[in-house]
């Protein structure tokens, strides 16, 4: 009579544990999915000290998770409570939960908006770079009047004496800190394809 009862409370226990395994399987795989694709992309500002639980209940406020829980399920399984960066993130609800984890492991660089009006010299950019904390004037203004930058982006315009009129006005998202030979290759960049594709690839002697 025992021995019979403890095999049927084996066989019950056992069933429930397959049960409550399969249970949480489906929970994990429902809870992990990738969202449907927001209206619009969010932004999710993570602040400096705030803790796995607040990370957490901010994704799933934001549509950017399902579950906070299983988001800080994971932060504990690969021990990473002092990992997650914060900083300023986009989402559009098509990523799936493995993506979220590690961005925010990985951390993002603040981007930075600088805006440049038509006709502002170059003395004008530089200082409004330096001023928005993209990089110093100085640098700015010693690559972008680089010959060699010139040359190579302006190949079919002939020489360029002068980058003077050359640096688009534009509003640029930059990293802060970012190389200032990459900025001033993104402005001239920017004018030289815009013209380009206004007149055509015919070349351009000096502007002329």
Same mark, same amino acid.
């Given at each position: 009579?025992?021995?019979?009862?403890?095999?049927?409370?084996?066989?019950?226990? $056992?069933?429930?544990? $397959?049960?409550?395994?399969?249970?949480?399987?489906?929970?994990?795989?429902?809870?992990?999915?990738?969202?449907?694709?927001?209206?619009?992309?969010?932004?999710?500002?993570?602040?400096?000290?705030?803790?796995?639980? @607040?990370?957490?209940?901010?994704?799933?406020?934001? @549509?950017?998770?399902?579950?906070?829980?299983?988001?800080?399920?994971?932060?504990?399984?690969?021990?990473?409570?002092?990992?997650?960066?914060?900083?300023?993130?986009? +989402?559009?609800?098509?990523?799936?939960?493995?993506?979220?984890? +590690?961005?925010?492991?990985?951390?993002?660089?603040?981007?930075?908006?600088?805006?440049?009006?038509?006709?502002?010299?170059?003395?004008?950019?530089?200082?409004?770079?330096?001023?928005?904390?993209?990089?110093?004037?100085?640098? +700015?203004?010693?690559?972008?009047?680089?010959?060699?930058?010139?040359?190579?982006?302006?190949?079919?315009?002939?020489?360029?004496?002068?980058?003077?009129?050359?640096? +688009?006005?534009?509003?640029?998202?930059?990293?802060?800190?970012?190389?200032?030979?990459?900025?001033?290759?993104?402005?001239?960049?920017?004018?030289?394809?815009?013209?380009?594709?206004?007149?055509?690839?015919?070349?351009?002697?000096?502007?002329?």
């Amino acid at each position: 009579m025992l021995r019979a009862f403890a095999i049927y409370g084996s066989i019950f226990f $056992l069933i429930f544990c $397959l049960g409550f395994l399969g249970g949480g399987f489906c929970w994990y795989q429902s809870a992990s999915q990738s969202l449907t694709p927001l209206p619009e992309a969010v932004e999710v500002v993570i602040p400096h000290g705030m803790t796995t639980r @607040g990370i957490a209940m901010l994704l799933k406020e934001a @549509g950017v998770i399902r579950s906070s829980l299983l988001f800080r399920f994971w932060v504990a399984c690969y021990a990473v409570n002092d990992k997650l960066k914060p900083g300023k993130y986009r +989402f559009n609800g098509t990523e799936s939960f493995e993506k979220i984890f +590690f961005i925010i492991m990985k951390g993002q660089k603040e981007l930075l908006r600088v805006t440049i009006p038509e006709g502002w010299r170059i003395a004008q950019i530089a200082h409004r770079l330096e001023e928005m904390g993209v990089c110093s004037a100085a640098s +700015f203004s010693m690559e972008i009047s680089s010959k060699l930058l010139l040359s190579r982006i302006f190949s079919d315009w002939g020489e360029i004496e002068s980058p003077e009129g050359l640096a +688009f006005p534009e509003t640029y998202l930059f990293s802060k800190g970012v190389e200032a030979s990459k900025v001033a290759e993104v402005m001239l960049s920017m004018t030289h394809e815009t013209v380009n594709g206004i007149i055509g690839s015919k070349k351009i002697n000096g502007l002329d």
